[in-house]
């Protein structure tokens, strides 16, 4: 049995491991038992390191589709050449998405999809209603309904460069025929009112990550205050058939389930603008996986014995070292990946890293692109089971 080491306040420093390809120090006392393994993952990675068209993006999040069919999300994307270990940039534009066709990444196809107005490429999806754009950094579920994309539409805000933006309100996407290529694909929105910006600065929003247990969509937000930069979970969720059907939500509030949008209370702290929560099976728990503060070298995983909480104190999985190259390196944006995992005991974890220094975009092909590690909760043990092929 494996139990999860709470924590009161923010995990502790790690102790240091050899180093891997994708740089991470790992904290050797994550569990009370048994340490895990992490390793980094280089077919997942090479995934994305393309010498045309698609060559580089942030978010990365990924959802199942059918049996080896993956899609991933993007938000700002590169599009251009890699020559001579630099990036010939030619456009960028607000998000784009990919299909990975088989299961195992050493051999998987990955086909990248975009949109075009006139002669010039532009994001996939864009708003229907509204000013701005949408980042595809958010959750994603799919079910007998069709696919489900919760998409944050951004807006210009006054700031400095690279972070004068904010967001304007959160849409649901729906797309009736996933199994299509994406050039069909029949995408409806629908604004999801649960979203709040109150005089005091607070922002309330949800969509950043969804996922199904028993008859019940649980959906995860933030309550995010800008004074303080602190992010904190909050959680809704509604009946399987009744997702568009914003009015028959529910919401966390104090212990009980609440139709009150207003009663909704944290349930976590220091959470990144992006993150995931998912199950694991060989752990009978829920994982909580993100990048403290949401601009960090440290990725930190909380656990639950349910849906809806409660969460266990963060406990740091292990520690990026991309940012000690240099002052303007920053890491960002990690989060779990089940449909990759190959084992009931394993977390296969993305994050990404980028530069204050626009050069690095050009003079540095591995920034900018997912990069993963695989997380193994159970590696001392025999216990471990292998999943279920898909």
Same mark, same amino acid.
């Given at each position: 049995?494996?139990t999860?080491?709470?924590?009161?306040q $923010?995990?502790?420093?790690p102790? =240091?491991?050899?180093e891997?390809?994708?740089?991470?120090?790992?904290?050797q006392?994550?569990t009370s038992?048994?340490?895990?393994c992490?390793?980094?993952?280089?077919?997942e990675?090479? !995934?994305?390191r393309?010498?045309?068209?698609?060559i580089?993006?942030d978010?990365?999040g990924?959802?199942?589709?059918?049996?080896g069919r993956?899609?991933w999300?993007f938000g700002d994307?590169l599009?251009?050449?890699?020559?001579?270990?630099s990036?010939?940039?030619e456009?960028?534009?607000?998000?784009?998405?990919?299909?990975?066709?088989?299961?195992d990444?050493?051999s998987?196809?990955?086909e990248?999809?975009?949109?075009?107005?006139g002669?010039e490429?532009?994001?996939?999806?864009?708003?229907?209603?509204?000013?701005?754009?949408f980042?595809?950094?958010?959750?994603s579920i799919?079910?007998?309904?069709g696919?489900?994309l919760?998409?944050?539409?951004i807006v210009k805000?006054?700031?400095?460069?690279?972070?004068?933006?904010?967001v304007?309100?959160?849409?649901l996407?729906k797309?009736r025929?996933?199994?299509?290529?994406p050039?069909?694909w029949?995408?409806?929105?629908f604004a999801v009112?649960?979203?709040r910006?109150?005089q005091?600065?607070e922002?309330r929003?949800?969509?950043?990550s969804v996922?199904q247990?028993?008859?019940?969509?649980y959906?995860?937000?933030?309550?995010?205050?800008k004074?303080?930069?602190?992010? $904190? !979970?909050l959680?809704?969720r509604t009946?399987?058939a009744?997702l568009?059907?914003?009015?028959a939500?529910e919401?966390?509030?104090?212990?009980a389930w609440v139709?009150?949008?207003k009663?909704v209370?944290?349930q976590?702290?220091?959470?990144g %603008?992006?993150?995931s929560v998912s199950w694991?099976?060989?752990l009978?728990?829920?994982?909580?996986v993100?990048t403290?503060?949401g !601009?960090?070298?440290k990725?930190?995983?909380r656990?639950?014995?349910? %849906?809806g909480?409660p969460?266990s104190?963060p406990?740091?999985?292990?520690? =990026?070292?991309e940012?000690?190259?240099d002052?303007? =390196?920053?890491?960002?944006a990690?989060k779990a990946?089940?449909?990759l %995992?190959?084992r009931?005991d394993e977390?296969?974890?993305?994050?990404?890293?980028?530069? =204050?220094n !626009?050069?690095?975009?050009t003079?540095?092909?591995?920034?900018?692109v997912?990069?993963f590690?695989k997380?193994?909760?159970?590696c001392a043990?025999t216990?471990?089971?292998?999943?279920?092929s898909r």
């Open positions: 049995m494996i999860i080491r709470e924590a009161p $923010r995990a502790s420093s102790s =240091t491991c050899p891997h390809d994708a740089g991470v120090k790992v904290n006392s994550f038992k048994n340490p895990p992490v390793e980094s993952l280089g077919d990675s090479r !995934l994305f393309r010498k045309e068209g698609w580089g993006g978010a990365a990924s959802v199942l589709l059918g049996p993956v899609l999300l994307s599009l251009g050449r890699v020559r001579d270990s990036r010939h940039i456009s960028m534009i607000h998000n784009s998405i990919a299909i990975q066709n088989g299961p990444p050493g998987a196809r990955m990248f999809f975009y949109g075009w107005s002669a490429p532009e994001a996939f999806i864009r708003p229907e209603h509204g000013a701005g754009w980042w595809l950094s958010q959750g799919r079910n007998g309904s696919l489900y919760f998409l944050p539409r805000a006054p700031g400095p460069h690279g972070w004068n933006f904010r304007q309100g959160i849409v996407g797309i025929n996933p199994d299509e290529r050039n069909f029949k995408i409806h929105q009112p649960w979203f910006r109150d005091s600065g922002e929003s949800f969509g950043a996922l247990a028993g008859p019940w969509f959906i995860y937000g933030i309550a995010y205050h004074s303080t930069g602190n992010r $904190r !979970l959680v809704a009946r399987e009744s568009e059907n914003f009015g939500w919401f966390l509030g104090n212990g139709r009150d949008f009663k209370s944290p976590a702290d220091h959470l %603008a992006e993150f694991l099976p060989g009978h728990r829920y994982m909580l993100y403290e503060d !601009l960090s070298d990725i930190i995983m656990s639950a014995p349910s %849906a909480g969460w104190g406990v740091m999985i292990c520690r =990026t070292s940012t000690n190259r002052k303007e =390196t920053f890491c960002y990690a990946h089940p449909a %995992a190959q009931d977390l296969i974890i993305s994050y990404v890293c980028n530069s =204050t !626009l050069h690095r975009l003079e540095d092909p591995g920034i900018y997912p990069r590690i997380v193994r909760l159970r043990s216990m471990s089971q292998s999943l279920p």
